[in-house]
């Protein structure tokens, strides 16, 4: 065969036809129709070689959800520490208190630096640290109080749910045997101190192999879940994340996927969704040895388990989204909170104790945001963090399942992305030129994804 032949069929066997897979039949009907999909179903979506098919679903998801446009925010994020007590090992942020390159924030630049966020035009202040062991319980109240008095309208988004049991820890009231009213009690102070909402960080993924091996010492997925269902409970809404592309399989991936969705029928279902009752095959399989669900259920004092709450889709017929809810009045913030978006994290070898591994390729990046979509039926949002993802990536990631790209950040001290400063900036301009580029309307959006309408730096939410 002539090397002009052989070019030839190599390029036909990359194909669109050769690569139909006839197994995503069976996941497209269900998608179509609305219906939860499996474990078995979601390693389906990792391992078939027809990702256009994939990405295609989950765009067809994000837009049933979501049609026309897509969502960006005026932020900023505030490291108030970098100063950690635990040294995970995916880690390049974390500094030992007498290290080079070690700080912590005093109110006077926190304060400055809320007003420089309402200079700015920001809506929201986006706060995280390390678990520093020196700081006092008084400094995390005293920071929330500080930004509110020189920036009321701010919405605080702070604290990750390792931060808030760390907090407990410090106040003196987590007792391992009651953990959720010692979460219970930082929470509310928290509120009374301005906090808005929870970020989403801190679930890297829930599996206790990988707990052990990269990040031992950091707090399990109970615990996480727990730290989440409280702040849902209290009224907060709040994000969660999925640190994926290091020590984890796909496997491990679609169980963190699980038991999110799990966490947010259960959530839904205290807003009054009815849902329907679970179908066996929507369970989580036995060999995946996780009993979190059940220690949540446990820990919460609620009878019954994850096994006995009603499971909901937004994509059935006639199903509202929460925010939709609250926006008509029928339910409000006194009902409780929900998970408002899933951030898949591409994990940054660079400077972490990991540095051998290759981290995820840009074909991964764009599957698992889609694998993340197709499972998470009950998620309003899926969001391409723009500044892990790069613009670039987060610009087709919202034709993949993504409908936000989130903001204009400025200072962002977590991981820098091909050696990039901690200032990683863009304008607003930036964001808008990519959302339309990507053929959508660009919406900009307050934290709890209601619209902005603004005139120059004076904003406010569009009733
Ligand atoms: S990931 Fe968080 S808890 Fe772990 S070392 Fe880094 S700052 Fe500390």
């Not at 669109?16 to 609305?34: F, M, N, Q, S, Y």
């Not at 998620?379 to 987060?394: E, N, R, S, V």
């Not at 900009?444 to 406010?460: A, C, I, M, N, S």
């Amino acid at each position: 065969m002539s090397t002009a032949a052989t070019a030839i069929n190599s390029t036909h066997a990359l194909s669109p036809a050769t690569h139909a897979d006839p197994r995503l039949d069976a996941i497209r009907a269900k998608v179509e129709a609305g219906e939860r999909l499996t474990l078995d179903d979601g390693e389906v979506l990792f391992s078939t070689p027809d990702i256009w098919s994939v990405l295609e679903m989950a765009d067809s998801v994000r837009r049933r959800l979501t049609p026309g446009i897509a969502y960006y925010n005026i932020n900023r994020h505030l490291n108030y520490s970098n100063v950690c007590a635990l040294s995970c090992k995916f880690c390049e942020f974390y500094r030992k208190k007498d290290q080079d390159g070690a700080y912590t924030r005093d109110l006077d630049y926190i304060r400055g630096q809320a007003r420089e966020a309402i200079e700015n035009g920001a809506t929201e202040m986006h706060i995280v640290g390390g678990l520093h062991p020196y700081l006092p319980w008084d400094y995390y109240p005293d920071m929330l109080r500080a930004i509110k008095e020189v920036a009321p309208d701010l919405h605080l988004k702070a604290f990750t749910a390792v931060e808030v049991v760390h907090l407990a820890k410090i106040a003196k009231k987590y007792k391992a045997k009651d953990r959720v009213e010692g979460i219970r009690w930082v929470l509310s102070e928290l509120k009374d101190a301005g906090l808005g909402s929870l970020p989403g960080g801190g679930a890297e993924v829930f599996d206790d192999r990988v707990h052990d091996e990269t990040h031992k010492g950091k707090i399990r997925s109970d615990v996480w879940l727990d730290v989440h269902r409280v702040a849902h409970e209290l009224g907060l809404n709040s994000n969660c994340t999925i640190l994926y592309g290091h020590v984890e399989q796909r496997r491990e991936r679609l169980v963190h996927m699980d038991m999110l969705r799990r966490a947010q029928d259960r959530a839904l279902h205290r807003l009054g969704y009815e849902g329907e009752p679970m179908r066996p095959e929507w369970l989580r399989s036995q060999e995946d040895g996780f009993a979190g669900g059940d220690q949540e259920a446990e820990a919460s004092g609620e009878a019954g388990g994850d096994n006995q709450i009603p499971v909901v889709s937004l994509l059935r017929p006639g199903v509202e989204s929460p925010e939709r809810l609250r926006e008509q009045g029928k339910i409000t913030a006194d009902d409780g909170g929900y998970f408002q978006t899933l951030i898949p994290l591409p994990f940054f070898p660079d400077g972490s104790e990991l540095e051998h591994l290759p981290g995820p390729s840009g074909l991964e990046n764009y599957r698992t945001l889609a694998v993340a979509r197709l499972m998470l039926d009950n998620f309003p949002h899926i969001k391409a963090f723009w500044i892990m993802q790069t613009l670039k990536m987060a610009q087709v990631m919202l034709q993949s399942g993504a409908d936000d790209i989130d903001g204009t950040v400025v200072w962002y001290d977590i991981t820098k992305v091909g050696g990039a400063s901690t200032h990683q900036e863009v304008t607003v301009w930036d964001l808008q030129k990519a959302i339309r580029e990507a053929g959508f309307e660009p919406v900009e959006r307050d934290t709890l994804y209601r619209r902005v309408k603004r005139d120059g730096k004076k904003w406010r939410v569009e009733t």
